[in-house]
Structure formats: structure tokens, C-alpha cells
């Protein structure tokens, strides 16, 4: 066994002081990533420095917009109802991301800071502009989370960093977000390749989007939509991101200008899959050929685009069961 | 480094030194000799060493063991009643033939354990959602789901 001391600070300072004076120390909160790394002897710490009984990293408060601590588990946010229903990229994210063992222990700020390009979080929270708080011995500061990530394994922390926690805005009732992972298997799978949207719609013109009627309720949702053309539903907002096709996880900003200021419709959404497709840079790897992985993108920008607005046209529906998109 | 830790095992009360690096695992089976908690893939992968801890199933391989401290654990070993009676979902198994070689059975049961304590009637979907980090190489699947659900309803 490799040895090293394992040190329990109880505040972010306490952790934050120990990294300055150890030497080759880690930080370690859930332990998925680490404990996994030193086991395969690719980690050999001579300290670990652990986040898990900091209590003011492990909070949820969504009273303006969403706040949560680094080292809340990715179960706490799964069964957050308020975040399933107007985060709803997240819960996406977090319910099928590996076990519920691991999802019992494993953290969000874990999973950004270990920065796999298959990360599940990263690209729910690129759609929904999270901003990473981190503190460090040079005092605090807030980062985007757009350049957070910067290549695998590698974020914009600088040595002795840590993160705190994580906010994301309040979008308001007109806001739909999603995240759909390509797997192989339905559990315990890395992503082939993983797409997030977000869509806020534009309440200028006053259109009526939500369900009203039963038979709203039942129809499938491209039926949904060529109907809603007569209301010329405007994008006031839009955002996608694609992981596991760059180093990185990434925005796709030309597909979003393609869609932002226009008016939804199953055409626009094929459009944006398509740009979206060319600005991936996806390689040939154990889990899908590159030429895969981007025929994918076009099919998944354009189903979590949809499933994004039926998150907006029946928000109630999306704490059931999922439907076939 | 060695430091002197207390948790709860099985509702009794327990003190013992611990070394940094060790894990829960290799504290349940090498030190204190309660083989009932497998290791299987050692990564997180198999869930054959999943165990609860303050109600939540995790796998206890890549949980360090000085995370203990304070906690309440409960392994395999700790669902027999004091008079030796099986827990409903030991018998659930055995009767629905959800054991072949066992290797993933105390795995399977916590987990299985973890999630009606939380949800006495949970739906198949929720059961699949529960035991999917619990890997039978025998594929035993289907009885397992049955055996889960048999216990669930026998409550
Ligand atoms: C069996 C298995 C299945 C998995 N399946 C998935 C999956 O489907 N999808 C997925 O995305 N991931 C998956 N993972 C990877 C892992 O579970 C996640 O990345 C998890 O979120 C990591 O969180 P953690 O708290 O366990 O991180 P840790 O292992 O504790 O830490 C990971 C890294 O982040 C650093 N760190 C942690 N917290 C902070 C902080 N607050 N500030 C600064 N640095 C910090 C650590 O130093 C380390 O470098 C899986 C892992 C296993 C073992």
C-alpha cells in the first residue's frame, strides 16, 4: 500500500492552510477519482487533504437562482426537486452518472476538478453559466465555468486552489435545459459522447406555451411544435454543449447564434445539430470512431432541443418518468 | 501513521486504531475479520464490497477508513437478529434463488437493504436504479429483482 497521512480539516481555511505547508499533497472529497488513481498506483500523494467534513462546503439554496457547495454529492442534487425541475440538465447528469454508491460519495466539484472530457456535470453546467467559486491561498475569486476547463485533467485552478461551490443563474418559467449521455449500457457508462441545451424563450410577444389542454398533454412533442409555429416562439437564449468530442467539455457558439433570435421549429433544431456537428473535434477511441461521434451530434443537439422546449411546454411532466424523446 | 477512531458497527460501538491509508474494506475484512464484505474489482466498479453507511450504500473499497469516525456502518454481518433469524431479504434471496456462486450476494443484499429502508415499496425501475453499481457474473438478475421485490411486498 502506498502511505500517506490523511488530514481532516474542518473549514476551507483550515484545508487551504495545509495545502500551502504539505508537501505533495491532494485534495480529496468524495475520493471516486482519487483513491481509484492511487489503487492503480497512477497517484502516489504523500498527503491527503480531505474536503468531506467541511461543513460549509456541503449546502444546496436555490433562493435566487441555484448555490451549491463543492462537495455536494451528485445524490443530494439528483434528489433535489426544485433543481430537477428548473435545472433539469443537471438531474440528467447526475442520475445516471456510474452507481448510486458512487453517487452517494462522489461530489460535483470533484467531478469538474478531475476535468475528464466525459465529465457528466461539465457540460449541464456550461449550458446553465455556472460560475466556480474558488479560494486559495491568494484569497478568492469566481471563474466561469466556460474557462474552467481547459484539457483533460487540466482546469484553471491554480496550485492550492479549491473550490468552494458553484452558482447558476435564475432563468426564469420560460427556461428549458437537458443532457442526454450516449452510452452503451444504460448504467454504470462513460459517455460516447454527451450533449446539454438550454433554451430560454423570449415572453415578448406574450405567446402561451404551456400545456393547457389533456390532449397538449399526450401529444408527442414534434406534433407539439409544428403547432407552436402559429405562436412564433422566439429563442431569447440558447445554449449547447457537447463533451467527450474535444479535449475539453465544450460550447458549441456557432450553433447557438444560429438559433438565438429565431423562431422554434424542428427545421431550426436540425440546423443547429448540424452546425454544431462542425465544431466538434472528435477522435477515433476505445468507445465510438470519431465519424460516429459526430453523425451523433446532429441527432443529439436536436433531440435535447426538443426535449429542452418540452421541459418548457409541460415542466410538470419532467419530474416523471422519461418518455421517449 | 496510526490514529485512534470510533464509529458504529452493526449498532455496536466500536474503537480502534487506524492507519491513513487504509481503506473501510480492507479495515472490515483484514482487520477486524468480517469477510462477509467482498472485494471484487477494488475500483468501484462490481459493488461487491458495498456496505451503508448512515444510510447510504457505498462502496466501501474506495472509502478511506479514517472517514469512519462518527459514523454509523452497517456490513452483511449485521442483518442477522440477535437470535440468529435471517433478515427478510437474506430469506427472500434463498427463496427466490437469488444466490449461484454468492460472490455478489452481501453486495447485492446492502444494497438492496439501503434502498427499503429509504422506499418500502419501490418500483422495479427503482430497484434496477438501486442494485445497477452491483455486478453478477453469474447474471443472476432477474431473481435478484424478484427476490428485492418479494422482500419489499413480505413487509
Ligand atoms: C465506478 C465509477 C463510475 C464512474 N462513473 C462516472 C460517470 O458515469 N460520469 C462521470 O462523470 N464520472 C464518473 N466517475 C468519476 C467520478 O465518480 C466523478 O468524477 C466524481 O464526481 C468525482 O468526485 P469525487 O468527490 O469522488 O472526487 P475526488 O476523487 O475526491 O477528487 C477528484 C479530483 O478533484 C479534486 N478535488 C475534489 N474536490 C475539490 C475541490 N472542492 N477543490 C479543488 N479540487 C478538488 C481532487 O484533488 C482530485 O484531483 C466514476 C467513477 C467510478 C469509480
Known sequence: MNRYDYHQPGTIEEAVGLMAILDDAKYIAGGTDVMVLIRQKKLKPKNLISLRNIKDLVYIDTAKGLRFGAATTHSAIDNHDIIRRNYSALTDATSHLGSLQIRNVATIGGNICNAAPSADTACPLLVLDAVVSVVGPKGARDIAVDDFFQGPGKTALAHGELVKGLSIPSFGENTGSAYIKHTRRQAMDLPILGVATRITLSMKNGAEVRCRDMFCTIDSISNILAKLKEEELKIDEARIAMGVVAPRPMRAKKAEAVLTGKVVSPELFEEAGNVAASEAQPRDSIRGEAWYRSEMIKVLVKRALIKSMDRIIRPDEAIYPERLW | ?155
Open chain 2, 1 to 155: 501513521m496510526k490514529r485512534e477512531i470510533g464509529f458504529t458497527l452493526n449498532g455496536e460501538a466500536v474503537r480502534l486504531e487506524v492507519e491513513d491509508q487504509w481503506t473501510l474494506l480492507y479495515l472490515l475484512r483484514e482487520v477486524l475479520e468480517m469477510t462477509g464484505t467482498k472485494e471484487g474489482c477494488g475500483y468501484g466498479e462490481c459493488g461487491a464490497c458495498t456496505v451503508i453507511i448512515d444510510g447510504k450504500a457505498i462502496n466501501s473499497c474506495l472509502y478511506p477508513a479514517m472517514e469512519a469516525e462518527g459514523r454509523a456502518i452497517t456490513t452483511i454481518e449485521g442483518l442477522v437478529s440477535k437470535d440468529g433469524e435471517l433478515h427478510p431479504l437474506q430469506t427472500a434471496f434463498i427463496n427466490e434463488g437469488a444466490v449461484q456462486c454468492g460472490f455478489c450476494t452481501p453486495g447485492m443484499i446492502m444494497s438492496a437493504k439501503a434502498l427499503l429502508d429509504a422506499n418500502d415499496k419501490p418500483t422495479e425501475e427503482e430497484i434496477k436504479d438501486a442494485v445497477a453499481g452491483n455486478l453478477c457474473r453469474c447474471t443472476g438478475y432477474v431473481k435478484i429483482i424478484d427476490a428485492i421485490k418479494s422482500a419489499a411486498g413480505g413487509r
